[in-house]
């Protein structure tokens, strides 16, 4: 959820997909809203969960995550193939099949190969390990609850 989840979210949130999705649409309508709203909040709960001392992000923690992003979009482009062959028609769910925003394009252009273009996407997950690390610096205060005689006071 930290790495793989955060790094797609925060891809989705500030590159949306294109002109089939919500690009064009007005941004009251609830397709455009309830987009943004997962995807923000996506990356948004990790921040806070490692700002409040939830998680400690460590370096050894990208290799699995970028193996696990690698592993997930094998998977998808498997579903997305079975899918597409079954119904006869293109299915292209996170993206495995062909690039649908800028960024996705970029990568398509250096890799212009189905699935293959996807794993250079392990790219994005220094800069989102580098967000986790900087929230990661808060210090977490800690308030307790401390009974004294017969009343409750605090202590932090």
Known sequence: MYFVG?????????????PNDIIGQ???????????????????????????????PKAKDMPIAAATLIGLATV???INVTFSAI?????N?????FADNVILEIFWNIIPIELVY????????IPVFAIFYLA??????????VQKGSGVTWSG
């Open 6 to 18: 955060s790094a797609g979210a925060l891809l989705g949130a500030l590159m949306p997909p294109g």
């Open 26 to 56: 007005s941004i009251f309508v609830y397709n455009s809203i309830s987009y943004f709203v997962r995807h923000n909040l996506i990356f948004i709960i990790p921040v806070m969960l490692i700002a409040l001392g939830y998680y400690k």
């Open 76 to 78: 998808m482009h498997v």
């Open 87 to 91: 119904g006869g028609y293109l299915v």
């Open 93 to 97: 769910y996170f993206y495995t099949r």
């Open 118 to 125: 996807s794993y250079s996407l392990v790219v994005i997950l």
């Open 136 to 145: 990661s610096l808060f210090k977490k205060t800690e308030v307790r609850l």
